[in-house]
């Protein structure tokens, strides 16, 4: 069964720093891109960064280029996102999805909160 | 950057009926379109890929149809379960986008 489990929400200050991890499992994710997508409260999806296979390709959407960085280890089947400077508008559930484009299977998603 | 615009905001419809809800893409995405549905609380779930694809799982009573700039998905007898709110997805260029989401509400 295709798992992608989502970690590390919480709530920082606006320009902290807080790094999410997805820990992938059911197929082989050293050949599928990933990608990470946003939903604020109440609001639609907003698509943040993707990464291919090896690493070798990430795209970020302008609101987070930057200030986010998206990394993966195919040895321990994670995603990462690392973000920085934070601000308030970053408040948002971050889902980790299998696909670069077509996204096939999502988590149930981290809450990450800005608030001073 | 391509903004996909879905109509109506809000869909009021009975259960059996057919539900029709339409994506416009501001400049040709090919059929590089997908249609996701989310319930409250819940991740979104892939239905519909490159345009008329259904996903693995999704029942036959879901459609899609179109290419280049208009889109739309169809749920030909509305079940209980299929209340919630729908968005369609490009990726032809980056970034890929979301529309705004048509929510299907019971009537």
């Known amino acids: 069964e295709v798992q992608v489990v989502e970690s590390g929400g919480g709530l920082v200050r606006p320009g902290g720093s807080l790094r999410l991890s997805c820990a992938a499992s059911g197929f082989t994710f050293s050949t599928s891109w990933m990608s990470w997508v946003r939903q604020a409260p109440g609001r639609g999806l907003e698509w943040v960064a993707n990464?291919?296979?090896?690493?070798?390709?990430?795209n970020y959407v302008d609101a987070v280029k930057g200030r986010f960085t998206i990394s993966r280890d195919n040895a321990k089947s994670s995603l990462f996102l690392q973000m920085s400077s934070l601000r308030d508008e970053d408040t948002a559930i971050y889902y980790c999805?299998?696909?670069?484009?077509?996204?096939?299977?999502w988590g149930q998603g981290t809450l990450v909160t800005v608030s001073s | 950057e391509i903004v996909l615009t879905q109509s109506p905001a809000t869909l009021s419809l009975s259960p059996g009926e057919r539900a029709t809800l339409s994506c416009r893409a501001s400049q040709s995405v090919s059929s590089y379109l997908a249609w996701y549905q989310q319930k409250p609380g819940q991740a979104p779930r892939l239905l519909i890929y490159?345009?008329?694809n259904r996903a693995t799982g999704i029942p036959a009573r879901f459609s899609g149809s179109g290419s280049g700039t208009d889109f739309t998905l169809t749920i030909s007898s509305l079940e209980p379960e299929d209340f919630a709110v729908y968005y369609c997805?490009?990726?032809?260029?980056?970034?890929?986008?979301f529309g705004q989401g048509t929510k299907l509400e019971i009537k």
């Open positions: 997805r490009q990726r032809s260029n980056w970034p890929y986008s």
């Open positions: 490159e345009a008329s």
């Open positions: 999805a299998r696909g670069g484009g077509s996204l096939d299977y």
């Open positions: 990464i291919k296979q090896d690493g070798s390709e990430k």
